[in-house]
T-cell receptor, first 113, second 113 residues
Framework: DGGITQSPKYLFRKEGQNVTLSCEQNLNHDAMYWYRQDPGQGLRLIYY???????QKGDIAEGYSVSREKKESFPLTVTSAQKNPTAFYLC????????????FGPGTRLTVT | QKEVEQNSGPLSVPEGAIASLNCTYSDRGSQSFFWYRQYSGKSPELIMS????GDKEDGRFTAQLNKASQYVSLLIRDSQPSDSATYLCAAGTNSNSGYALNFGKGTSLLVTP
């Protein structure tokens, strides 16, 4: 089955700890994205990657980092510098960057206390 | 700021009726438009994409685009209780750092039996 997987589904961390969220896709898509969703808010772009070993900051990249060492994988690290990390994190992919459809993984709900 | 505006709702329609969801966007350079359905606690699911002025039909769904008015809509015919969800509108545009989707905050739809 082709698709996007994210793990874990739920994640709980103490303030001050870094945490890494996993995103894997087997759709052979070149582009991958990380979004954050807060209650009552639209999706906001954190980072995106057009190809392996390349990534660009989105609108709210501060306090986050990413890597793209493999086409299939685009992990997101939420660092202790992110002031309000509790949110629903969504990974998406598309054939390329451009006017293409983006498909979402199931999401990771992160709670930091 | 590239904004996508949606009425938050809730929009309540009886089962079997037509639900009409609307969206406006601020960036005239937007080239692609998408409708996603998001059930509570789940990730967005792509239901329609539209790129040209006019109507595009897929089953019970019709997307309508009017670039002159910067307006996108989604019609759901024969609405079912299972259609109750939040519907996200997204507009894609080129920026200095690449192509990005801008999402609205979503319209909550409730289909009552």
């Amino acid at each position: 089955d082709g698709g996007i997987t994210q793990s874990p589904k739920y994640l709980f961390r103490k303030e001050g700890q870094n945490v890494t969220l996993s995103c894997e896709q087997n759709l052979n898509h070149d582009a991958m994205y990380w979004y954050r969703q807060d209650p009552g808010q639209g999706l906001r772009l954190i980072y995106y990657s057009q190809i392996v070993n390349d990534f660009q900051k989105g609108d709210i990249a501060e306090g986050y980092s990413v890597s793209r060492e493999k086409k299939e994988s685009f992990p997101l690290t939420v660092t202790s510098a992110q002031k309000n990390p509790t949110a629903f994190y969504l990974c998406a992919s598309s054939i390329g960057t451009g006017p293409y459809e983006q498909y979402f993984g199931p999401g990771t709900r992160l709670t930091v206390t | 700021q590239k904004e996508v505006e949606q009425n938050s709702g809730p929009l309540s329609v009886p089962e079997g009726a037509i639900a009409s969801l609307n969206c406006t966007y601020s960036d005239r350079g937007s080239q692609s438009f998408f409708w996603y359905r998001q059930y509570s606690g789940k990730s967005p699911e792509l239901i329609m994409s539209i790129y040209s002025n006019g109507d595009k039909e897929d089953g019970r769904f019709t997307a309508q685009l009017n670039k002159a008015s910067q307006y996108v809509s989604l019609l759901i015919r024969d609405s079912q209780p299972s259609d109750s969800a939040t519907y996200l509108c997204a507009a894609g545009t080129n920026s200095n750092s690449g192509y990005a989707l801008n999402f609205g905050k979503g319209t909550s739809l409730l289909v009552t039996p």
